[in-house]
């Protein structure tokens, strides 16, 4: 009984740890960064973009078929390029967590689910979710031990 | 529990009563399932031009699993245009009651082998499998609606009673289990009154109204799962015992299914709406190719994935946690019932995945709705003006944090379900619970 | 009963009506689709017109982004766009048959995506005169490499400095311009007694002075327009259909049992072809294309000023025009 009372308060420590926790993680220092954006029917390579918080961010989208483009969740940015032409956008990565990048220019069938995601720091969004989740059920254990053990 | 009778109030009754505002609900969605027919194979190609699509997969599915399922149950089902013109033909009227013998149906018994849903199962499974192609093509769309709807045609013509409703329909399946957690239901009054009613009109049908189409004796009813809400019964009631209640949310999970088509049904919910996650709205683009290049190889490993996850991996994954739960409890009945039992738990759990997963596609693509609202066929018209309105993600910002909330409440209830029915299944429902955490931080993995 | 048939009658009404309106409203005038090469491109293909008299197009996408343009017109390429329709209206004042084509890349095969609007009216207009290349009899597919390129690359503001202080009049016509390789003029400024770098540095200039800030501009736009997809941003060859090309070239020449050349986009980097080619041979590749490499047949695309502006700025890649303004 003591054990699992013990157990369920380390997992709200954890979970609220997770939450909290990485918004006081050490940021690495800003710097310039360049990405190359490859964008073809119905991906974007990479798929998946990694930042820190306060990085000057420069995206090149290069089309690789047909016309492409890219919409910035959180950011509300967008670029549109053709083969041949790749697209250039600038902008400093203020805002932490993740956010999705989608086509805006209609590609195809699966254009509606060509979607890239970009992070900020360590994934906010998510341990902070996370973390969150965990802290709730290890509340809610505490609030209904009785059942829970039943 | 506290219950608020609905059909108390005369003008609810008379509303629910009458035949004649649910015809003109009826027609007006099957105008419209019909212009979504045809706009798919007339209309645009293009998806998100095109009525079928945009129609249909945003703008009816984001009613259907945000408002309808989760706060009227099966109320999508009572105005469902799809069994209308086989219903017709069955029963030789549409609006007015028609002599016994009057239609032309066989009038056949279902075979009592299917009499479970694992026709629907099977049948939400293969439209899942080709979802690449049957939410962006308005042809395939069409193709599938069509089916569907000569598929219920058919089956009245051979079968007694809603026969596609009831067994076949992807929809239906997942509105049955996700109905149990809806604040509404219908009931009757008293099962005194039932168990006194010699003729039961309301299953056999009388001068009143047609015998229930859903094969359903509501004097048994238990739980929302297979009443489609037509209002039938309260037509033919002798004795106006049929009630239409407020109740609280959930309140069917308190007693757990013991069938396993309606646990795997739970299952199959729950890995579709992570694959999806995974798959539609996840940065990989080799899943989506996957995914999307039907008939070939990789969509061939797909499908193998796909069904493992469904019906192999996360039931034996579950069947381990209530087993861990059972020897907790020091429990050595055996798992099966307990395993039927505890899908409950995933019930709610479920229908918040898919709110989750529907918010991340519904709200960045719902500017399509208003373009398609004014030039429905991609023909160039604008009727409303708003034809040019540009794609535009609405409430990106809110997205994640909404997702959020939604999935933990998903979390604690399906956490308060685990509990309140591990006592009578004979289980201690912790590893259970952790089940459902462990699900749900993937979940949250792949939609953040 | 009389209610049942009233509810019969309007359920039909209503079912047939949202499904006969639209056909009743449909737009019947010609709409031009537009659909992925391999997907067979326009529908129609050939599209009848009188001269004088205006033509109204809808054009509409049943995939991704397509464009309209009329080749040798003067005209903005219109957008196709998937699911939406746009209108234009074309007038031809001479009877004759033109292509209409894509302007916007939309794969591989985007350049295959033509097709003619014959406009008839009275006599067409006698046939233009032959390419340059055919009247000064070169053979536009035999290799031109020069045996030795810049040790720098040559400046037209240098070669400009240097124009003041040697005579360029019999190299400075439009004629020997086009009709001269880089090299060619290289060899022949042998007699100004410059040295080899400042005689590059005047090729270079010499080439600038034959176009115009405006013309390098519009070069550079139809270039990356039209050009860059395959032989790439820079020049380089490297465009991002390169490799689809080559390996398509691949599969075609084991099929051909290797009669089909490589499908390797022209590198306007490597001076070792470039100085060897002479505008007019360019303009020759350009106007014919490529016949069987890849390289499409732009003539009934560009105007002759047109080309001579994508030429000019093919050059850009040798030559540093940096410091000229004009």
Known sequence: MKSAMIFRLLMLAGGLALALLPSFAQAAPPVERVFRIEASSFAYKPGQIQLNLGDRVTLELVSMDVVHGLYLDGYDLSLTADPGQTARLTFVADRAGSFRFRCNVTCGAMHPFMIGKLTVGPNHSFTLAAGLTISAIAIFLLIHPRRASQ | ?448 | MKREILARILLLALCLVVVLIPLALRDRSLTLRARMPEDDGWSPQVIQAAAGQPLRLRLTSEDVTHGFAVGQMEMASVDVLPGVVSEVTLLFDEPGIYTFFCTRWCGLNHWRMRGTIEVSGGDAPALADAPLYVALGLDIDAPHPVPGVPSQIPSAARGGQLAEIVSLAEFSTPEYYRAHSPYQVYQDLVSTNLNAAERWDVVSYLWRSQTTAEGLAEGARLYAQNCAACHGETGGGDGVFADQLAASGQSSSQTMHGSMSARTPADFTDAQNMLGASPALLQGKLMRGGMGTGMPMWGVIFTEEQSWNIIAFLYSFQFQYQGVTR
């Open chain 2, 1 to 448: 529990m506290t219950r608020h009778e609905l059909t108390r109030f005369p003008l609810i009754k008379a509303l629910l009563k009458n035949r004649w505002p649910q015809l003109a609900v009826y027609a007006a969605l099957l105008a419209g399932f019909i212009f979504a027919i045809f706009a798919g194979f007339v209309g645009s190609p293009v998806g998100n031009h095109n009525f079928s699509i945009v129609f249909v997969w945003i703008a009816w599915w984001a009613m259907l699993i945000l408002a309808a399922v989760p706060f009227f149950g099966r109320g999508w089902c009572a105005v469902c245009p799809i069994p209308l013109p086989g219903e017709w033909l069955q029963r030789g009227a549409i609006l007015e009651l028609a002599p016994t013998g009057k239609g032309v149906s066989l009038g056949r018994r279902w075979p009592n082998p299917l009499r479970n849903i694992w026709m629907q199962n099977i049948s939400f499974t293969l439209v899942a499998l080709f979802s690449s192609v049957i939410l962006t093509m308005p042809l395939i769309t069409a193709v599938v609606l069509s089916a569907m709807f000569f598929l219920a045609i058919g089956s009245s013509m051979v079968f007694e009673r809603r026969a596609f409703c009831r067994y076949l329909c992807p929809v239906g399946g997942f509105i049955g289990l996700y109905s149990q957690i809806a604040p509404l239901e219908l009931r009757v009054k008293t099962t005194r009154a039932c168990a006194s009613c010699k003729e039961k009109p309301c299953y056999h049908g009388s001068e009143a109204g047609y015998g229930c189409p859903w094969q359903v004796f509501p004097g048994g009813l238990q739980k929302n799962s297979y009443c489609g809400l037509c209002m039938e019964c309260l037509r033919t009631c002798p004795v106006d015992n049929i009630a239409v209640n407020l109740r609280p949310f959930s309140s069917d999970l308190a007693t757990p299914t013991k069938r396993l088509d309606e646990a795997f049904k739970a299952f199959i919910m729950v890995g579709a709406a992570l694959i999806y996650a995974g798959v539609l709205l996840g940065p990989w683009g080799a899943l989506k190719d996957a995914a999307y290049r039907i008939g070939s190889g990789v969509w061939f490993a797909y499908v193998g994935v796909f069904l493992s996850v469904l019906f192999v991996l996360m039931p034996s994954l579950y069947a381990l946690a209530v087993k861990a739960g059972m020897l907790l409890a020091k429990t050595s009945s055996a798992v099966r019932p307990a395993f039927a039992a505890m899908s409950a738990a995933l019930v709610p759990l479920g229908l918040m995945f898919w709110v989750a997963f529907s918010l991340g596609f519904v709200f960045t693509n719902a500017t399509y709705i208003l373009a398609a609202l004014s030039d429905p066929l991609g023909w160039g018209w604008n009727l409303f003006g708003t034809a040019n309105i540009p794609w535009q993600p609405l409430f990106t910002g809110l997205l994640a944090p909404l997702q959020t909330l939604v999935l933990i409440a998903g979390m604690l209830w399906s956490a308060e379900t685990a509990q309140k029915v591990a006592s009578a299944a004979g289980v201690r429902p912790l590893p259970v619970i952790i089940y459902c955490l462990l699900a749900t931080l993937v979940m949250l993995g792949l939609l953040l």
